[in-house]
């Protein structure tokens, strides 16, 4: 168990996220990487089809035998995880309760905002979360515009189309004089230069696939299912490989070509 990989998906390049992390933090652990392209975007889409997404994705995963599963996705974290949690007897982790520990603690003014999917904002999870925290004032915003302008390839803080969802984006948080923002969507680091480009350093940004991995760690070091050799990746994705592999190598900062191959999360549909 413990010299197996661990497992980490979301529906596309967000999950690079919390992967570069992880990869930072336990150079000795083997990844297996999913990203759903072919099926995203995730964030607008309904309970039910994201629970049989959600499904296939891990039983994909699990195929390879992993030991531990990170689901490095905002939606998937806030709208399903807690039903599906018990059902699975290794470590299943999500993206939300260690990014609201983290933006509570770094909150000055208890003013927190949160970009997320619409699914994501519509269960209440980041929300509720900060609550049980104590942080008094949230504002919420869906962000539909942004998957598909980074899955596209637009992060350049100069894109005119990013400039505009940015700004649409930021100004009720900025309006509330929030000191921090959860990016509550694993692909939404992916902007950050943007993001302070717009919004200025002093805007606290919480990078939620980050978190993730820190808290994962914490969990493999407790159950003593860390391993003492190994470090290798694998990329798997559902749709064209092309440009998952133009953006995670220039993201991860590593040439992802030769690296991904191809899966099919459907074939486990029940
Ligand atoms: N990266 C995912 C999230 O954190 C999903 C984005 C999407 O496919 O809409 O919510």
């Given amino acids: 168990m413990k010299n197996s990989p661990i497992g980490v998906f979301d529906s596309g390049l967000g999950g690079l996220t919390a992967l570069k992390q992880l990869r930072q933090d336990l150079p000795h652990e083997d990844f297996i ?75 000055k003014n208890r003013k927190v905002g949160i970009w997320a999917t619409e699914a994501s904002i519509r269960s209440g999870a980041y929300e509720q979360g900060l609550r049980e925290q104590g942080v008094g004032t949230t504002v919420a915003i869906p962000c539909p515009k942004l998957v598909p302008l980074i899955e596209g390839g637009h992060t350049d803080p100069f894109d005119p189309k990013v400039r505009q969802a940015v700004d649409e984006y930021l100004e009720p948080i900025l309006k509330e004089g929030c000191d921090t923002l959860i990016l509550g969507c694993t ?11 717009r919004a200025g350093k002093k805007l606290h940004l919480i990078n939620v696939g980050q978190e993730s991995a820190r808290s994962l760690k914490k969990v ?16 798997y994705v559902s749709g064209p490989k092309e440009e998952f592999i133009r953006m995670g190598s220039r993201f991860m900062k590593e040439e992802l070509e030769g690296k991904v191959e191809s899966a099919d999360a459907e074939q486990f549909r029940k």
Avoid: M, W
């Fill in 33 to 107: 990487y999913f990203g759903d392209t072919a099926r995203l975007p995730y964030g607008g889409k309904e309970r039910e089809e994201l629970l049989t997404l959600a499904g296939t994705d891990i039983a994909l995963l699990e195929s390879f035998g992993v030991k531990a599963i990170l689901i490095a996705c905002g939606t998937v974290s806030s709208v399903i995880l807690p039903s599906i949690q018990k059902n699975y007897d290794f470590p299943l982790l999500g993206v939300i309760e260690s990014a609201v520990a983290a933006a509570a603690k770094a909150t």
């Fill in 187 to 197: 692909h939404f680091p992916l902007l950050e230069s943007a993001i302070y480009a």
């Fill in 220 to 235: 493999l070091q407790e159950r003593e299912l860390l391993q003492e050799s190994g470090g290798s990746v694998r990329y």
